[in-house]
């Protein structure tokens, strides 16, 4: 038998080690295209994390009873049903949010970081560590969007949060905010982290 | 020789039913779920339906004196104190087979009716395009446009939503249909189509040119109605 991995294990690996973003590449629609605003960034973690909480824990209670041609049918029917729930909310309470982030809420559904925690992590694993599974990819994905959503913002408004950071002479970046800069700052942020991986293991591992 | 295919053919046909049978055993789990499922959702929209609905409205509100007067103008009479006095309607249209009831807001200068907004839905792309349109007293020209909800393509469909193509229906006569064209627009009833988006442009027009359709007559029939004395 294979060592099950400890809640604690699960937790830590998904802030960095097993980033969702950078290391797994997985979300990376939403991770592109909310990411030209903090506060667009923060609230689309905070739903993306409510969602990958419930759906882990949903799917680690019923583990047993998971049949395996019908298991994808349960995961996303789990997932809508708790993206529903946050499109809903946001609406009530965060109405000009809601209209900002668009049809984005909707499409968390179709969120692979979610689907793959609780195929990978959540289908075999109890509910504790799904849980801590969840809360720290959760984290790692809002790292991964908070970074890329700072440096856009920054850049491309002279913003931070809506606060201003940079003096008023800063010339606004407009691309930053516009698609382009979406690609332009996940390449090079996900280019650093990789060198600052290889970096590593060649100066612990290869001498 | 015939006796083989016997042999085979019960077994098989057994074989069929119990997995059938077993199908539908399988699914219970999928089943029930999605009861659960749906009994929550009903709920969460049982509860949260009313704040959204409250949201839409107070947007519409805001939005009123833009759609009947124009950014400028509306900007103007918000630095000058004065507020618009907003009176909600529901209008009741009968078409054959159904019946459709439109929010209409009455839009009051000084006592003075300076124009109309309309609410309609229908069917974009993605999902359902809920739009306001504002007109003028007599319900002639259109003086505004504005997407309350959508969930068109993002980069595509979802460019409805700009100033840069709403502007488009500001001063067109209501008294034609209006048509959406794919490259630019000639004569003046012409809306040009966003470029990869052309089922989205077709059914904001659509729906601008059936709301139009269902309430110019009992708009112009309540603003004569309405001029002389003021009249709940």
Known sequence: MVDQPTPLERFVQGILPENPVYRQLLGLCPTLAVTNGMKAAVTMSCAVAFVLLCANVITSLIRNLLKPHLRIVIFTLTIATFVTIADRFLAAYMYQMSKTLGPYIPLIIVNCIIICRCEVCASKQSVLTAASDALGQSIGFALALSSIAAVREILGTGMFFGWRVLPISWPDWVIMVLPPGAFLTFGILLGTVNWIGSYRSEKSGNR | ?232
């Not at chain 2, 085979?8 to 119990?18: D, F, N």
């Not at chain 2, 000058?80 to 909600?88: H, K, T």
């Not at chain 2, 839009?107 to 907004?117: F, K, P, S």
Request: proline share 3%; charged share 25%.
């Open chain 2, 1 to 232: 020789m015939v006796k083989q295919n016997k042999i085979i053919e019960p077994e098989a046909t057994g074989m069929l039913k119990s997995k059938k049978r077993g199908y539908i055993l399988q699914a219970w789990l999928v089943l029930t779920l999605a009861l659960c499922f749906g009994a929550s959702l009903a709920g969460v929209q049982l509860t949260l339906g009313p704040t959204i609905e409250e949201n839409k409205i107070n947007e519409t509100r805001q939005k009123v004196p833009e759609l009947v007067l124009g950014a400028e103008k509306a900007q103007k009479i918000e630095e000058q104190g004065q507020a618009l006095f907003i009176e909600p309607h529901t209008i009741s249209i009968e078409k054959p087979g159904k019946k459709i009831s439109y929010s209409v807001y009455e839009a009051r200068l000084n006592e003075e009716l300076i124009g109309w907004v309309l609410k309609t839905a229908g069917q974009g792309y993605a999902d359902k395009i809920e739009l306001l349109l504002g007109l003028d007293p007599q319900a002639k020209t259109i003086t505004g446009l504005f997407i309350l909800e959508q969930k068109e393509t993002p980069g595509l469909g979802n460019k409805i939503i700009t100033e840069a193509w709403r502007k488009q229906f500001i001063n067109k006569d209501t008294g034609r249909q209006l048509i959406v064209v794919k490259k630019g627009t000639k004569a003046l009833n012409e809306i040009d189509a966003i470029t990869g988006a052309t089922i989205s442009s077709r059914a904001v027009t659509g729906l601008v040119n059936t709301a139009i359709g269902d309430l110019k007559g009992s708009l112009v029939a309540k603003a004569s109605h309405n001029q002389p004395t003021k009249d709940e």
